[in-house]
């Protein structure tokens, strides 16, 4: 079991009672007893606290296990139907939303045909799938915690002006947010791409649980960036730029990048030069499985864009987990899954680890487990991670409160 450490002291009640729905997410149900020995807080604690999360539906009781001696134990487990959340997801043909619960589960799926759209065109169109979302499933309004965007680009101060989503024009600066939170009525929280996959796939996904991780996001029409989770922190830097390694230099002198550089990582690896290898030039134009099906078929492209980015992108893992000591390396995104899965199988054998003789439990590099639906469920989980993550800074500062419901 992971041991996941609580406070006693009051003004972390909120604190506590992330760090009790954490320890249930990751070990599965369990009683008010258990809760208690692995987090470290006092029984009555946790009985507060259980009993709270049980009154505000995001824990359920489950049937009583009878011991031979002393009361029966009452484990606890999520209530999937506790909470809810939407998840958009905004490209240049196609704009979509997911409606899910508080296990991750999708309850409603929405699509609509965009095209190349400016924030003024945008943004009633996801109200649109917003409203539509809403009437697709019937629940309890109290219980949606708000929506989550991930948007490709680099973030102004405090994450929520997207400098260059889509590359389109009209969104430089455009608070996305606030705007989107005008039309839907619910708090919005906007992100870039690689570190709302990062929480999906903590929260739902193969890095359920992990403390410390790095995620490569691999942009379907886009580059590579990282999210990383470091000591169960997400780490964001001190401009909330922290991870956009595709600017890293592999190759000094290299090709010329859009940064002004010469010889960045996303120049070698990113999706957009494996379609010029492959020869296709209106991949954001085609449908998922269409491109799929092309890149497939076209091996000998398929080999020169691996030559290329196999060596680069096995040395940038070497440099994070030298500079991380992660407990391991996750590589997904929203690019084609051929494309994925075929660097996944030609970066082993990586570099020689720090410890070569340490016996490893979790593999150093692991394929993202949510697949081409990786951006739209990562959002979908930036406001339940926003309103159930311990956060472990809290007890340095006062946290601000967005609750939709205080948990
Ligand atoms: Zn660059």
């Not at 692995?38 to 029984?43: G, K, S, Y």
């Not at 570099?351 to 003789?357: G, L, R, Y």
Request: proline share 6%.
């Amino acid at each position: 079991m992971k041991t996941i450490s609580g406070t006693n002291l009051e003004q972390a009640k909120s604190h506590n009672r992330r760090v009790v729905i954490e320890a249930i997410r990751t070990n599965g149900p369990m009683s008010r007893a258990a809760i208690a020995r692995i987090t470290a807080l006092t029984t009555q604690t946790v009985s507060n606290i259980v009993e709270e999360l049980a009154r505000s539906h995001l824990l359920i009781p489950m049937e009583a296990q009878r011991i031979a001696r002393g009361q029966p134990i009452i484990p606890y487990t999520i209530n999937p139907n506790g909470a809810y959340s939407i998840g958009l997801e905004l490209g240049r043909q196609r704009a979509a939303g997911v409606l899910t619960d508080l296990s991750g589960s999708v309850r409603a799926r929405i699509e609509r045909h965009v095209d190349k759209p400016g924030p003024t065109e945008a943004m009633p169109v996801l109200a649109d799938i917003v409203r539509d979302l809403l009437e697709a499933f019937s629940f309890d309004r109290d219980r949606l915690l708000g929506a989550g965007i991930a948007l490709p680009g680099r973030y102004a101060d405090g994450g929520v002006t997207s400098l260059s989503p889509l590359n389109l024009p009209g969104w430089q600066d455009f608070p996305v947010a606030r705007e989107l939170q005008r039309y839907i009525k619910v708090p919005v929280i906007v992100e870039n791409d690689a570190t709302a996959a990062a929480i999906g796939e903590r929260l739902y996904g193969v890095a359920r649980g992990l403390g410390s991780f790095v995620y490569l996001f691999l942009a379907g029409d886009g580059g590579i960036g990282a999210g990383m989770f470091l000591d169960g922190h997400l780490y964001k830097g001190s401009r909330a730029n922290a991870g956009e390694i595709g600017h890293i230099i592999v190759e000094p002198h290299g090709r010329l990048c859009s940064c002004g550089k010469r010889g960045c990582l996303d120049r070698y690896v990113s999706p957009s030069v494996a379609y010029e290898c492959l020869g296709i030039e209106n991949a954001q134009e085609l449908l998922p499985d269409d491109l799929d099906a092309m890149i497939a078929a076209n091996s000998r492209g398929l080999e020169v864009w691996l030559e290329q980015a196999v060596q680069p992108l096995r040395q940038t893992i070497d440099f994070l987990e030298l500079a991380f000591d992660p407990q391991t390396i996750v590589l997904g995104g929203s690019a084609p899954t051929t494309l994925m899965t075929q660097l996944a199988a030609r970066l082993e054998p990586l570099h020689i680890p720090v410890n070569p003789e340490e016996e490893r439990t979790i593999p150093r590099l692991m394929v993202g487990a949510t697949g081409k639906d990786t951006a739209i469920l990562g959002a979908a989980a930036l406001p339940i991670f926003s309103e159930t993550n311990p956060q472990f800074d809290v007890l340095q500062k006062p946290i601000i409160h967005r609750t939709v419901q205080q948990l």
